[in-house]
């Protein structure tokens, strides 16, 4: 079996790699990415060296090139992680997330109708429903919940979510989409706000709290939503769509606090800033399809899983203070310095 994932270099593509390899290690395995600032290839070093593993720089917007892989490697399955993925940046140039997240997405579709694949996946986000309130405990998103979009980004992941089942109502591709929640775990690129705040934290610098800091997200670890992934691919129904979360919502102020305990940090390094435009209040997913069709649940708890990523992010200071050391430190001044 040969398997390309798209966008493998970054965060959940390349926990993805590590677990594939390791689980199926038989199977080939070809990452394709464009290398953009998200991507790093010291995430893929562990597999680099690995014989089933193949690693190929290129756009998934290349029709060329991406036609010269599938030509070359006749790939079973495609998982696409490749993204623009960051909403803040998505507020500040919509253009790229158009072109990366739709037209992208495209472009490897085409590829698997020209060259036949038995599964093509799409890896999207539960922020294709927009959000819910916070007075309403009781609600979740469920697959059947409306696409409502607020951002640029979550309008083009629904875009791209839309075309997908459109290929397979349309031309047949064997298509499905899983729909996750907020992942955390090693590897996170510290834009983000739990590798975000374990770095300022770390460096004794503001730790900014958009707006309040009431805003609730779902948190998985990042190795269950691998994990479901890989039982979607193999046993999911086509044409199906499955929401992938644990049930643990939390508060950003809470969660910043609990890295300012754990890596003993003063909670006087927290500084509430300008709120995100269009700010989503509340992600929540209801798991239930996906646990009564595959038997999947998070194992990961977050108490343990947050202790295990602030323990990585301690023991591998080198690969995210290469990234803060770079073009990083220019968004992080446009993004936050007179926020
Ligand atoms: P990321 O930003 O860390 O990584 C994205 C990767 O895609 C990078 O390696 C980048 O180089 C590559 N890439 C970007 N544009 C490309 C292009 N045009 N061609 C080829 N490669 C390209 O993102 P992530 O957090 O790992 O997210 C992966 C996927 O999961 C995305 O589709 C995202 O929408 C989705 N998702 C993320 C989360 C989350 O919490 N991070 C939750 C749900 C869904
Ligand atoms: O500096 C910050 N301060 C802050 O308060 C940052 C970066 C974020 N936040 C808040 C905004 C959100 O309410 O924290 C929350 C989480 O923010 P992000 O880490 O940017 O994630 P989010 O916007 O929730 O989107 C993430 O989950 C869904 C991923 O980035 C998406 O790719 C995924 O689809």
């Known amino acids: 079996m040969t398997i390309i994932v798209t966008g493998g270099a970054g965060f959940i593509g390349g926990n993805f790699i590590h677990y594939y390899l390791k689980k199926h290690p038989v199977d080939r395995v070809i990452c394709l990415d464009k290398l953009t600032y998200a991507g790093n290839l010291s995430t893929l070093k562990p597999v680099m060296d690995n014989p089933n593993f193949r690693f190929v720089k290129a756009d998934i917007c290349d029709r060329a090139a991406v036609e010269r892989l599938f030509d070359e490697e006749h790939p079973d399955i495609v998982v696409n992680f490749a993204a623009e993925s960051h909403v803040d940046r998505s507020i500040e140039n919509p253009e ?64 791209a979510d839309l075309l997908v089942l459109a290929y397979h109502r349309t031309y047949g591709l064997p298509v499905t989409i899983s729909r996750c929640s907020n992942n955390y775990g090693p590897y996170h690129f510290p834009e983000k706000l739990i590798p975000l705040m374990i770095a300022n934290a770390l460096n004794d610098k503001p730790l900014p709290v958009y707006g309040e800091g009431i805003n609730v997200r779902d948190w998985l670890y990042v190795e269950d939503h691998c994990k479901a992934i890989d039982l979607i691919i193999h046993d999911g129904r086509v044409g199906e769509v499955y929401n992938i979360g644990g049930h643990n919502e939390m508060k950003n102020i809470d969660i910043v606090k609990l890295i300012c305990k754990e890596l003993g940090k003063p909670e006087s390094l927290i500084t509430y800033v300008t709120d995100r435009k269009g700010h989503d209040m509340r992600y929540a997913i209801d798991p239930t399809k996906i646990h009564n069709e595959l038997g999947w649940l998070p194992e990961t708890k977050f108490a343990d899983g947050i202790k295990k990523t602030i323990k990585w992010y301690l023991e591998n200071r080198e690969w995210w203070e290469e990234i803060i050391s770079g073009e990083y430190q220019n968004y992080y001044e446009k993004m936050y310095a007179r926020r």
């Open 96 to 159: 790229i997330f158009l072109q990366t997240n739709i037209i992208g997405t495209e472009v490897l579709m085409d590829a698997c109708r020209k060259y036949g694949i038995t599964r093509y996946h799409q890896v999207s986000t539960d922020e294709v429903y927009g959000d819910l309130p916070l007075d309403r405990p009781d609600l979740f998103f469920t697959e059947q919940t409306p696409i409502h979009t607020s951002s640029p980004y979550s309008s083009s992941k629904a875009g």
